[in-house]
């Protein structure tokens, strides 16, 4: 066992994994090998993903353009984005549709002109035909994208519901997001909720209000949304741009317009402080595989050092041999209670889940109710629908991004099992799209309009006035007037009118109750459909989990085979052999330890500044 560990204090990181990558190898380590090759493979990569988000038409693909400083993403008025699309950078620009499955690895791609995305990305594409998700990927040789920044637009939220979904599901895989509201408003209640779900899926948002080229007063609404994130307790950078000033600016090279528009500095701010935190972040995690990695090496190494100092041959190596036998069966024991706390978690989580969700759609269905006893259903039954959907459709997303939070933080309890520090890494987990377990959803019942024809209404008002007239025919008549005199047809047409308005009453409260059992019955359904995507999702999550966690115990089971092999053969060598493996171990030991030192230290580096404000 050799190492080829030298003392340098100049050295980087890279270079740390790769004097550990050999120790492993030396070590006859292959699974910490492979942990070693994965820390290179997360250090080299230094893409940087941003999705662009925010409502419908507020000029997301116009600012991923002026970013780039090329018209790649189609904008207009009226035809939306319907595709995720990214764009990073190439050396030649070219684009590729990409099909995805979600149950299979395999996807279609299919290359494409970029200058006809327009007919593929928006809705002018129709449907695919296709059951898989669908998204583009353009390359530019742009200097901005070239240290592997990607930019991602994507298509509004608020057209269709399902799109809110769809969004959703790409924030926990990006580095970053941008949240862009245009200056024409303050940030709206939607605009609110969609911005805490993204604050809860992806560590690094920046609010950005678009198009303030538009509005002389832009400096207020920003004030205002600085106070709307303030009072939810959202604490994200917030800046200002115009892509239109910066498009001018870039066309007639005008640098006092182009600093006007802003989107210079936002392209800083991603750039120095967007790409910088994600990359530090990636080192930090790479610090912790190694810290992992050097944890196994030295326990190992330690246990057969012990075995070494025992005197030869007594009763004092037997002791040393059962204490690291014992040691191994106690840490065996502990990581073995993972599996306990994975699988209550994971039962508890899924309880919690679903007490959530009733509660939150619950809810909705009271406030329909509400609605409904303000109004008359049967006219404004398509307006209720349509709120209906909508508040479903965010009960249920909050839903899933609690659920998703929870996840991660059960991953968290049980990674705490595997290290005496609870330093251990938790895999990146999924969020599913909503949109599955929304169209599993029946649709609304209709309500009717309540509106009568006229024929119905003169039979209404007929009968009570029928009605009047015999009665007061009949009174009349014993005063010896005729059963149909003017006095008799006067009562009849105001009981006639009294009928028809009873009536009229009789029947919106029947078409409340409709309205209300529609409403219930619907609520009833989506807890129930929900709820089964929700059981299906928490046992994919459970998978994961179970696997990740399993191959991370294999490993700690490993090392203390291991220590406990090492301290035998230890105890096993002749006296004089023993002093120089000693030596050699010790100084293995004290250069790893140097190693995990030196690594820590990259975790301390200062935080960069993130706070700006767009004044
Ligand atoms: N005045 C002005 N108009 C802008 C600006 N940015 C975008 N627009 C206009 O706003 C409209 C929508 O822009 P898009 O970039 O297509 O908006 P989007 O958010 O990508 O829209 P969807 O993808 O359909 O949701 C277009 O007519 C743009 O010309 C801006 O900075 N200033
Ligand atoms: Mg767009």
């Given amino acids: 066992m050799t190492s080829s560990l030298s003392t340098s204090t100049s050295v980087g990181l890279d270079e740390i994994v790769e004097r550990l990558r050999s120790v492993t190898v030396s070590h006859g380590r292959p699974e910490l090998t492979g942990r070693m090759d994965d820390v290179q493979a997360l250090l080299a990569d230094t893409s940087v993903q941003v999705v662009v988000v925010g409502q419908f038409k507020q000029g997301k693909s116009a600012l991923v353009n002026a970013l780039v400083d090329a018209p790649v993403c189609p904008v207009d008025d009226v035809v939306a984005t319907a595709v995720p699309t990214a764009v990073s950078w190439?050396?030649?620009?070219?684009?590729?549709?990409?099909?995805?499955?979600?149950?299979?690895?395999?996807?279609?791609?299919?290359?494409?002109?970029?200058?006809?995305?327009?007919?593929?990305?928006?809705?002018?594409?129709?449907?695919?035909?296709?059951?898989?998700?669908?998204?583009?990927?353009?390359?530019?040789?742009?200097?901005?994208?070239?240290?592997?920044?990607t930019l991602v637009d994507t298509p509004g939220v608020g057209r269709a519901q399902a799109q809110v979904s769809t969004n959703l599901t790409l924030l926990p895989h990006a580095d970053a997001a941008i949240m862009l509201s245009d200056a024409t408003q303050e940030l709206t209640q939607p605009e609110m909720g969609f911005l805490r779900q993204a604050v809860a899926l992806c560590p690094r948002v920046t609010c950005v209000v678009s198009k303030i080229d538009l509005q002389h007063q832009w400096r207020a609404i920003v004030e205002a949304n600085l106070e709307h994130l303030a009072a939810a307790d959202i604490d994200v950078p917030l800046l200002a741009t115009s892509a239109l000033l910066h498009d001018l600016a870039g066309r007639e090279h005008d640098d006092a317009l182009?600093?006007?528009?802003?989107?210079?500095?936002?392209?800083?701010?991603?750039?120095?402080?967007?790409?910088?935190?994600?990359?530090?972040?990636?080192?930090?995690?790479?610090?912790?595989?190694?810290?992992?990695?050097?944890?196994?090496?030295?326990?190992?190494?330690?246990?057969?050092?012990?075995?070494?100092?025992?005197?030869?041959?007594?009763?004092?190596?037997?002791?040393?041999?059962?204490?690291?036998?014992?040691?191994?069966?106690?840490?065996?024991?502990?990581?073995?209670?993972?599996?306990?706390?994975?699988?209550?978690?994971?039962?508890?989580?899924?309880?919690?889940?679903?007490?959530?969700?009733?509660?939150?759609?619950?809810?909705?269905?009271?406030?329909?109710?509400?609605?409904?006893?303000?109004?008359?259903?049967?006219?404004v039954w398509d307006d209720i629908g349509s709120w209906l959907a909508e508040s479903v459709t965010q009960a249920v997303s909050d839903n899933f991004v609690w659920a998703h939070q929870r996840s991660e933080h059960l991953a968290e309890v049980v990674a705490r099992h595997f290290s005496l520090d609870g330093r251990a890494a938790v895999p990146e987990l999924a969020l599913d799209g909503t949109e599955q377990a929304l169209r599993a959803i029946g649709g609304l019942e209709v309500v009717r309009s309540g509106r009568l024809s006229l024929g119905q209404k003169v039979m209404v008002g007929m009968k009570g006035s029928y009605g009047g007239i015999l009665m007061f025919g009949l009174m009349t008549s014993l005063a010896?007037?005729?059963?149909?005199?003017?006095?008799?047809?006067?009562?009849?047409?105001?009981?006639?009118?009294?009928?028809?308005?009873?009536d009229a009453q009789q029947r919106l409260e029947q078409r409340r109750?409709?309205?209300?059992?529609?409403?219930?019955?619907?609520?009833?359904?989506?807890?129930?459909?929900?709820?089964?995507?929700?059981?299906?999702?928490?046992?994919?999550?459970?998978?994961?989990?179970?696997?990740?966690?399993?191959?991370?115990?294999?490993?700690?089971?490993r090392s203390?085979?291991?220590?406990?092999?090492?301290?035998?053969?230890?105890?096993?060598?002749?006296?004089?052999?023993?002093?120089?493996?000693?030596?050699?171990?010790?100084?293995?030991?004290?250069?790893?330890?140097?190693?995990?030192?030196?690594?820590?230290?990259?975790?301390?580096?200062?935080?960069?500044?993130?706070?700006?404000?767009?004044?």
């Fill in 513 to 557: 109750n409709e309205a209300k059992h529609a409403v219930r019955r619907l609520i009833d359904e989506s807890i129930f459909q929900v709820g089964k995507e929700s059981r299906d999702r928490m046992g994919r999550v459970k998978r994961v989990l179970r696997d990740h966690f399993s191959a991370i115990a294999e490993d700690l089971k």
């Fill in 480 to 502: 010896g007037m005729a059963l149909v005199n003017p006095l008799s047809v006067a009562a009849g047409l105001v009981m006639g009118g009294f009928a028809y308005r009873q």
């Fill in 258 to 379: 182009a600093d006007e528009a802003r989107v210079t500095a936002l392209g800083t701010h991603l750039r120095e402080v967007v790409r910088e935190d994600v990359l530090a972040e990636r080192r930090r995690s790479a610090v912790d595989d190694i810290l992992a990695v050097c944890e196994h090496l030295m326990m190992v190494l330690q246990a057969e050092l012990r075995a070494l100092g025992a005197t030869s041959g007594g009763a004092e190596v037997v002791r040393e041999l059962e204490d690291v036998r014992d040691l191994a069966n106690q840490l065996t024991r502990r990581s073995a209670r993972w599996q306990q706390t994975l699988s209550d978690g994971a039962a508890e989580l899924v309880s919690d889940i679903e007490f959530d969700l009733r509660d939150r759609l619950r809810a909705v269905g009271r406030e329909a109710e509400k609605l409904i006893d303000d109004c008359d259903p049967g006219e």
């Fill in 90 to 149: 190439g050396d030649q620009p070219s684009a590729v549709l990409v099909t995805e499955f979600a149950q299979e690895e395999t996807s279609i791609r299919t290359s494409i002109d970029p200058r006809q995305l327009r007919r593929h990305v928006t809705e002018l594409a129709g449907e695919t035909g296709f059951a898989g998700s669908l998204h583009a990927e353009v390359r530019l040789p742009r200097a901005f994208l070239a240290d592997g920044l």
């Fill in 560 to 615: 203390l085979a291991e220590s406990v092999r090492a301290a035998k053969d230890g105890t096993a060598l002749p006296t004089d052999e023993r002093s120089r493996r000693a030596i050699l171990l010790s100084r293995e030991l004290r250069e790893i330890r140097q190693l995990c030192e030196r690594a820590s230290a990259f975790t301390t580096t200062p935080p960069t500044g993130r706070e700006l404000t767009p004044a």
